[in-house]
């Protein structure tokens, strides 16, 4: 369909999204049929005795809920060259690795042909709505993307991160072309061995096609933001590369110096108007839309991990749109932005029927609770059952359950979602948060987006003295008796002892867990501790997950490092500058 399009029918798309959301528990049970159909020689169905059943009631009650640790055993005779059909029909040929930015090393799971057409399905989607409102004509995209390193596993596969994996297939150029979206950079550039250098190079072209680039974008916000505070950084510099024509020294591949040597002729009177440009900004309000006037919007995932960026991201956006991207994993896409004209935090996923078969775990407080009580480990078998697409209600909350066209089957995602409403007969979600990224000592239990809450609100104080937190993260000290929340904050600037303790206070005053608030009333958790880090740490964080073989356009800070994360957890603690302890209880 793509091939004959030059540019895609926007109208069909969506009218195809509505036939197949008003029929969305039909969809599913098909869906699950092909599943099934494709992969039914594979040896881990094979063993759970569906014998070619493929309707919803036999697969839930033949194949169990898992997750990432129980398939590992499938997956790594995979990765080794299993000559056998594990886990799909057909033999897995290339191997994503997953941030695992929360574990601390990177996950491998498969990646398929059929993937690939369901990531470009959700992009096609998003696309189409987002063009009602906001249409691009024929421009370019600064998008921020970056591929990993791509190896060869030890039975002789590809792996590279899934961005990596998408970015490298030949169908992701074609997709962008019919959408109007394509990178202003050469392939050079997206794919060079150092994001420093591509980062470099991709503010260049930007700034080089700036009155042709429609929209700005990456995988995940944080890499915009990163983008723009590395362009404060570089920009005199960029001006020089564009008044005399030559690329800086600093880029040395050869590849990427030869790509961007086409592009670069000297022009003084670009460089001085970007010059002036700049130096007109007050603080760098509006950055965006002063050097690229013709930007329609910012595009990027923005919820969840990603709201934290926000802030920062639209004061460089000034009043350009900030629109959210889509929801999806490594594992598989989940649903599409559909109604993009709404706040950004506000943003909900619409469920596409057919790219996967989903199911939803309700997240019941009182479960949860008679576990604790019980001091039972296996909470999966005290959870409710997992309930369909269609039989999820408006403001539940769930966990995500996926059986992919991948190979992965009843996978539990980890992620936790609400229902907003239906979009015809799919649900709407919203992102919550991880579900297993939980600061917990005792009976206290916060989760990803209660510390991001308690980091907004404490950030409040430091911005009243023009200072920012420019990333965050969490630990749960243990080796102190009581155990105590530890966060570690990277500030824009220096900010006194005083407002610092306070804020201390105040992160510590902001986690209403009763669990919390009522141990710290007794000290059965200790004081909270503020870690000042450095400037330059998390960069130092990043830097390491690149070096494990993340992409940088899929990057997330880990919010919450575990004992087990010693590698993070020593980075933040050797850049430690102050340390204060609350004092508010
Ligand atoms: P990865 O492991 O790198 O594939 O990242 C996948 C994870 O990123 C998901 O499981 C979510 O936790 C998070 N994520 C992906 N899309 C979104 C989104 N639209 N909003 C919030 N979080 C997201």
Redesign the pocket.
């Known amino acids: 369909m793509l091939e004959k399009m030059e540019i895609l029918h926007v109208e069909k798309v969506i009218e195809e999204i509505e036939t197949m959301t008003k029929d969305a528990e039909n969809v599913q049970r098909e869906t699950l049929k092909k599943i099934l159909e494709e992969n039914g020689s594979a040896e881990y169905l094979q063993n759970l005795g569906l014998n070619g059943r493929t309707d919803p009631q036999s697969f839930k009650a033949c194949v169990p809920v898992v997750t990432h640790q129980d398939l590992e055993p499938y997956i790594q005779r995979i990765v080794d060259g299993a000559s056998s059909l594990v886990l799909t029909g057909k033999p897995i040929t290339t191997i994503s690795l997953?941030?695992g930015t929360s574990q601390g090393r990177p996950k491998f799971v498969p990646f398929n042909d059929e993937l690939m057409e369901t990531t470009l399905q959700i992009f096609r989607t998003s696309y189409a709505f987002r063009n009602r409102e906001f249409p691009v004509t024929n421009g370019k995209a600064l998008q921020f993307i970056y591929s990993s390193k791509q190896s060869r596993t030890k039975g002789g596969l590809f792996a590279g991160t899934?961005t990596t994996n998408v970015f490298r297939n030949s169908q992701f150029k074609k997709a962008m072309k019919v959408m109007q979206s394509q990178c202003c950079s050469p392939d050079e550039v997206i794919f060079g061995p150092d994001f420093r250098q591509s980062l470099y190079c991709h503010l260049l072209c930007g700034l080089i096609f700036r009155e042709e680039i429609q929209l700005v974008s990456s995988t995940f916000a944080h890499s915009i933001v990163h983008a723009f505070r590395t362009l404060e950084q570089v920009w005199e510099e960029l001006c020089v590369d564009i008044r005399e024509g030559i690329l800086t020294s600093g880029i040395t591949f050869p590849s990427v110096r030869s790509a961007m040597a086409k592009l670069l002729k000297p022009n003084p009177e670009l460089a001085d108007l970007i010059h002036r440009k700049i130096s007109g900004l007050s603080n760098w309000y509006g950055l965006i839309p002063e050097l690229f006037p013709n930007v329609k919007y910012i595009y990027g995932?923005m919820?969840?991990?990603?709201e934290h960026y926000l802030k920062k991201l639209r004061h460089y956006a000034g009043d350009v749109p900030l629109i959210?991207?889509?929801?999806?994993?490594?594992e598989g896409w989940i649903g599409a932005n559909i109604n993009p004209n709404v706040p950004t935090e506000s943003t909900t996923?619409a469920v596409l029927p057919n790219i996967g078969y989903f199911e939803f775990i309700p997240l019941k407080e009182n479960v949860e609770e008679q576990v604790h009580d019980r001091g039972d480990a296996n909470i999966l078998s005290m959870e409710p059952k997992p309930v369909s697409l269609t039989e999820v209600k408006i403001g539940e909350e769930y966990e995500v359950i996926v059986t992919s066209f991948a190979g992965l089957y009843r996978y539990r995602?980890?992620?936790v979602v609400k229902v907003m409403g239906f979009h015809n007969s799919t649900p709407e979600l919203k992102?919550i948060c991880?579900r297993n990224l939980m600061l917990t000592v005792n009976i206290d239990k916060n989760t990803e987006k209660d510390l991001q809450q308690a980091v907004e609100e404490a950030a409040k104080l430091i911005a009243e003295e023009k200072q920012e937190v420019i990333d965050f993260s969490s630990h749960v000290d243990m080796w102190t008796d009581p155990g105590h929340y530890v966060i570690f904050w990277e500030i824009s600037g220096e900010v006194s002892d005083e407002v610092l303790k306070e804020c201390c206070n105040c992160l510590d005053r902001s986690f209403v867990d009763a669990g919390y608030v009522s141990s710290r009333k007794v000290n059965a958790i200790g004081p909270l501790e503020l870690r000042v880090l450095r400037r330059g740490t998390f960069q130092k964080v990043l830097d390491h997950y690149v070096g494990l073989g993340a992409a940088v356009s899929?990057f997330?800070t880990p919010r919450c490092v575990g004992p087990t994360n010693y590698k993070v957890l020593q980075i933040l603690c050797d850049n430690v500058a102050k340390t204060y302890f609350s004092t508010a209880f």
């Open positions: 997953s941030s899934a995932i919820t969840g991990s990603m959210s991207a889509d929801y999806g994993s490594s996923y995602l980890g992620d992102f991880r899929q997330k």
